[in-house]
């Protein structure tokens, strides 16, 4: 089966639309920079898992995360337990070839980076060479300091993740946000444990409004927020989720688009233009070629 498709290519802009869009200017964005943004103009993140959605996100997104959440929405896993650094390494490669202005991150896989900080080196430095990207991310706090700090000193940037941990669902019974008080001064310490472990941001995923705000407080490194209200220096969403492709989505989603309606529609359409032969048309078809 051939197909014409290529990634999208950049259209030319009118002198408002430059004028009040940083995206035109806007330069490749580096480890230092995304750092500096602490406190600043709230930081655009969004997931990516192909080339072709890579290069639509790249003209507005500070970051593009390659998420293991790929196991859920690309290939239909139950979690994302059961994703590989082959996973992450073969979409990691596609997101590369459409990102060229956002700063792209890896998510390390289940298992790849628990065992010690020596094994978390050995498969973060291949995720770094194989795919071209310029950080990763692991789960965990103050028990992943050590590996934090042991990849960060020789040349991996990592960025964080705290609060509800998706990789731990098993021992922690699910999904579930965190809003007890009673284990707030445990996130706020997993925090600054990994800021100063050598962690350059962190994302902070479904926690309360008020342990967001006092998260970012607590720490000189940008927070990313998921489900952890605005108080953080910057945002992110799954964007399957975001452009509503799926049914059901997690409380803190809010869907710019109805993807899945529309493509249903299209889909519908389609069936029945073939079924009824309408389809090819004749502006759909070749003609003999003459002489």
């Known amino acids: 089966m051939s197909t014409t498709s290529t990634l999208p290519k950049k259209t030319a802009k009118t002198d408002s639309e430059q004028s009040s869009n ?3 200017t806007r330069k490749k964005m580096t480890v230092p920079n995304f750092r500096a943004r602490k406190g600043g103009e709230p930081l655009v993140c969004l997931t990516a898992y192909t080339a072709h959605v890579a290069r639509l996100i ?3 997104a500070d970051m593009i995360l390659v ?3 790929l196991g859920m929405v690309i290939h239909g896993m139950p979690n994302t337990l059961g994703v590989t650094i082959e996973h992450m390494i073969m979409h990691g490669q596609a997101v590369m070839r459409g990102s060229e202005k956002s700063l792209v991150v890896v998510d ?3 298992g790849s980076y628990e065992e010690s900080p020596e094994v978390a080196f050995r498969n973060a430095s291949r995720i770094v060479k194989e795919t071209g990207c310029t ?3 692991l789960e965990g706090g103050s028990e992943m300091a050590k590996t934090i700090h042991h990849l960060s000193a020789r040349g991996i940037p990592v960025m964080a993740h705290i609060g509800l941990m998706p990789q731990q669902m098993n021992t922690a019974g699910g999904f579930r946000a965190i809003r007890d008080e009673d284990v707030w001064e445990d996130v706020i310490a997993d925090a600054k444990a990994v800021e100063t472990a050598g962690a ?4 902070v995923e479904g926690v309360a409004e008020k342990l967001a705000q006092k ?4 720490v000189d490194i940008p927070t990313i927020g998921i489900g952890a209200s605005v108080h953080c220096d910057g945002q992110i969403l799954v964007f399957e989720d975001m452009i509503g492709l799926f049914p059901r989505v997690p409380t803190f989603v809010k869907r710019y688009g109805n993807m899945q309606e529309m493509m249903v ?3 519908s359409r389609y069936s029945s233009e073939v079924r009824d032969r309408s389809f090819p048309a004749e502006q759909h078809t070749y003609k003999v070629k003459k002489d």
């Open 215 to 218: 998260i970012t407080e607590s």
């Open 265 to 267: 529609e299209a889909i």
């Open 58 to 60: 790249d003209a507005e």
């Open 67 to 69: 998420g293991d959440s």
């Open 135 to 137: 950080a990763i991310k």
């Open 200 to 203: 350059f941001s962190i994302v």
């Open 108 to 110: 390390m896989p289940f």
């Open 22 to 24: 940083a995206i035109v």
